[in-house]
Antibody
């Protein structure tokens, strides 16, 4: 079945960087865009950006420009999200989520998400 | 930036009753609107896309309507498993989510 398995929880100090991984299985990795969405404690959902796993191109939310980098490794069907210059406000659960649009159909990305990982908790604390 | 506003923040409903959730966009998003359900400690789950199309496996008691700036998610007869937080998300531009509506047991 289609599955996104994320890496484990992280605790980081302010100013550090964190890199979260998301391993896809059950479908053709390079056929669907992948998003990253985060959720601060008790708060709503916030879109961070999107990566094309086939070509590696990315688009980031303006809020995260310059601080976020999304990459992929097609050999392991894994996407990565690295966030730098961490501050306490970055404490959140980070989700990877598959775009519903297929690259094969040349119709995407649709910018909504049909499969989600379970999330990775990132805590930023001194 | 398109601002998505959901109302009410909390909706108290008895099992078996109908729930109506609203989502308003600060400018037209056409029908590029999705709804998600999120239970505590879980990832969101896609319910509706294109404002009114149910995602795979979503029960018929969930329905979406609206276009432009005004949207509604209706749960026709609430089951115990439906008590959760619901988010709308526009994708006419870069994705933006509403702040959520919590559906709680009355």
């Amino acid at each position: 079945q289609v599955q996104l398995v994320q890496s484990g929880a992280e605790v980081k100090k302010p100013g550090a960087s964190v890199k979260v991984s998301c391993k896809a299985s059950g479908y053709t990795f390079t056929s669907y865009y992948m998003h990253w969405v985060r959720q601060a404690p008790g708060q709503g959902l916030e879109w961070m950006g999107i990566i094309n796993p086939s070509g590696g191109s990315t688009s980031y939310a303006q809020k995260f420009q310059g601080r976020v980098t999304m990459t992929r490794d097609t050999s392991t069907s894994t996407v990565y999200m690295e966030l730098s210059s961490l501050r306490s406000e970055d404490t959140a659960v980070y989700y990877c989520a598959r775009d519903r649009g297929s690259l094969i159909a040349a119709a995407g990305p649709y910018y909504y998400m049909d499969v989600w990982g379970k999330g990775t908790t990132v805590t930023v604390s001194s | 930036e398109i601002v998505m506003t959901q109302s009410p923040a909390t909706l108290s409903v008895s099992p078996g009753e109908r729930a109506t959730l609203s989502c308003r966009a600060s400018q037209s998003v056409s029908s590029n609107l999705a709804w998600y359900q999120q239970k505590p400690g879980q990832a969101p789950r896609l319910l509706i896309y294109g404002a009114s199309t149910r995602a795979t496996g979503i029960p018929a008691r969930f329905s979406g309507s609206g276009s432009g700036t005004e949207f509604t998610l209706t749960i026709s007869s609430l089951q115990s498993e439906d008590f959760a937080v619901y988010y709308c998300q526009q994708y006419n531009n870069w994705p933006e989510f509403g702040q959520g509506t919590k559906v709680e047991i009355k």
